[in-house]
């Protein structure tokens, strides 16, 4: 296909996943009409309602075909009526992992108008980079469990750190941190994880000699979570691991005015593979059905997509639609958001024709 033509895989998922993913998917469209590139999308049925149909999660021929794409949009995945960790382990962490998705790149910027639940806190102080690494840490697997059931059950869980996959993503914090505020912190907890703390810490370390520019410095996870609170503008680029970027993103998050508001990239920077693009969100049963889901989310991951598709122009429509459109609510989602997700959709899809 030529430039303008991309061709994207769309996974609604799980409960609010399709929800969201519609509405990020008629910004996509207004933006291709209105600078000239079109997104080819093809619906990929995979999620809860087709494992409890089939048993099936990612069939292996459906991995080969989503291999072929330009990009994937995710809605979300993982749904109560399915035990924990199949749909999440079996379809997103395997694409994660099978593709190469190494960065997961978490932006958290307070946009202004959005109201946030830190008081004073002004857009000026609020923008933060989240480089989660993505294919490592306590999220590979390993462990097992033993004498299951019994009194005397063991269970464990590792954490695998390798060299190279903590220099990959260090490399790409820095790269990225020369083209802001050069500035990188790393993210651990190495006054007890000693092992895989140090390794961190050295790769640092050494790379920051390639990097004479930017400052450098390190922040245990715990106090991370209080500075991300209390004096954001701290931060610039943050490099962690996969579970520690995690939970700090769903603060980033909330900080940043709400689960709604939080877009994702899992990029593979070689393109060896499709990158895919989701909200840090999950499919939130508790609200699903209801039309109180903000789609910020979803279309920001969608402008997080056309960049990296080099559709430079159609993701700052979608950017500039969404920051328009989200100081009108009352809420930045919930019963009381003063518009439908739907509605909502309209309205920043209108918002990205409507740009001159
Ligand atoms: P969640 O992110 O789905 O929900 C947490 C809270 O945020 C809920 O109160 C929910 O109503 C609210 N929320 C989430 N998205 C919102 C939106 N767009 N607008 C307004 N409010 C929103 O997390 P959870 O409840 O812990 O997980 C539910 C399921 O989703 C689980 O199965 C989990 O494994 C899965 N999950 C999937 C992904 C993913 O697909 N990337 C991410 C996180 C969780
Ligand atoms: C996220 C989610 C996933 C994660 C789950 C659903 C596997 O919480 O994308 O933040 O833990 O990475
Ligand atoms: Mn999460």
């Known amino acids: 296909m030529d430039q303008r033509n991309h061709r994207v895989a769309i996974i609604a ?64 995945v993982g749904t109560p009526e399915v035990p924990p960790g199949i749909l999440e382990r079996g379809l997103l962490l395997r694409l994660r992992f099978d593709f190469e998705l190494y960065v997961n790149l978490r932006p958290i910027k307070l946009l202004p108008g959005v109201p946030t639940p830190i008081a004073g806190l002004t857009p000026d102080r609020c923008d933060m980079l989240v480089l989660r690494e993505n294919t490592e840490g306590p999220y590979v697997g390993t462990g097992g469990v033993l004498r299951k059931g019994t009194p005397a059950e063991v269970a464990t869980q590792e954490s695998v750190n390798t060299r190279f996959g903590v220099e990959r993503i260090v490399r790409y914090g820095f790269e990225q941190a020369m083209g802001r505020r050069l500035h990188l912190t790393l993210c651990h907890k190495t006054n007890v994880l000693i092992y895989a703390g140090d390794l961190w810490d050295r790769t640092v370390g050494e790379l920051a ?91 920001l991951s969608a402008a997080m997509c056309l960049d990296h598709l080099g559709e430079v122009e159609g993701a700052t429509l979608l950017e500039e639609a ?28 209108t918002a990205v024709a409507d740009n001159d």
């Open 322 to 349: 969404v920051a328009g459109v989200l100081p009108t609510l009352k809420s930045m989602g919930g019963p009381d958001m003063g518009a439908s997700t739907d509605q909502l959709g309209d309205r920043i899809a």
């Open 13 to 76: 998922g799980d409960g609010i996943g399709p929800e969201v993913t519609d509405q990020a998917l008629k910004a996509i469209h207004a933006a291709g009409e209105k600078c000239g590139f079109r997104i080819h999308t093809e619906p990929y049925d995979l999620g809860g309602t087709r494992y409890l149909a089939t048993g099936e999660v990612l069939p292996d021929s459906v991995e080969e075909e989503l291999a072929g794409f330009d990009a994937i949009l995710i809605g979300a």
């Open 209 to 299: 000699e390639q990097y004479p520019d930017i400052k450098v410095e390190y922040a245990h996870v715990d106090a991370l979570c209080l500075h991300m609170v209390t004096q954001p503008e701290r931060f610039d680029v943050i490099v962690t691991d996969n579970l520690f970027g995690d939970i700090i993103t769903d603060l980033g998050a909330a900080v940043q005015g709400g689960m709604g508001l939080a877009a994702s990239g899992n990029i593979n920077p070689e393109r060896t593979y499709p990158s895919l693009f989701e909200p840090v969100h999950g499919s939130a049963p508790d609200i699903v059905g209801r039309g109180w889901a903000n789609p910020a989310a979803a279309v």
